[in-house]
């Protein structure tokens, strides 16, 4: 694509479709935001924050230290319905998420201090167009609900 200057208008071709599509990425950063914020309690403090193309995935691992629990929040959007699967790795311990893209709140794991761990969506299929943002927080404990501990599980 050649670079221009001056005031000159683009032509209704490739540079006006990658407009667009910036402007659906845009959009789509805004409702993955907005699905992170659903979900944080005021206790939150950000301890690490991203964002992942679907068709590259993700795969970080992540400190945990200190006293205070984590949360690891996830949302998703995605050009056409698309579900993808976290996977959460710490030691021997593993568990599989899947997380829809377009809910209105993020989905939120429950990770105790300790040890690192590892947060994992395989790439999607070439053509899937999409993101997912991410979010570590320390939170109060008294902000935990559910099961304390999303990776090695609560089953009674």
Not at 12 to 40: F, I, P, S, W, Y
Request: glycine share 10%; hydrophobic share 40%.
């Amino acid at each position: 694509m050649a670079l221009t200057a001056g005031c000159t208008q683009p032509s209704a071709g490739a540079g006006h479709e990658d407009t667009a599509g910036k402007g659906n990425a845009e959009a789509a950063l805004k409702r993955a935001t907005r699905a992170l914020n659903a979900v944080e309690p005021e206790s939150a403090a950000r301890e690490d924050a991203g964002t992942a193309s679907l068709s590259v995935g993700l795969d970080r691992t992540f400190a945990a230290r200190g006293d205070r629990p984590y949360t690891f929040d996830i949302a998703c959007q995605a050009a056409a319905p698309h579900t993808v699967v976290l996977t959460l790795v710490r030691g021997d311990a593993e568990s599989a998420w899947e997380v829809e893209c377009g809910d209105r709140e993020a989905d939120q794991f429950n990770v105790p201090a300790g040890a690192p761990f590892t947060a994992t969506v395989a790439p999607a299929k070439p053509g899937t167009d999409g993101l997912a943002l991410w979010r570590l927080n320390t939170v109060a404990p008294g902000d935990v609900t559910d099961c304390p501990d999303d990776i090695t599980g609560c089953e009674s």
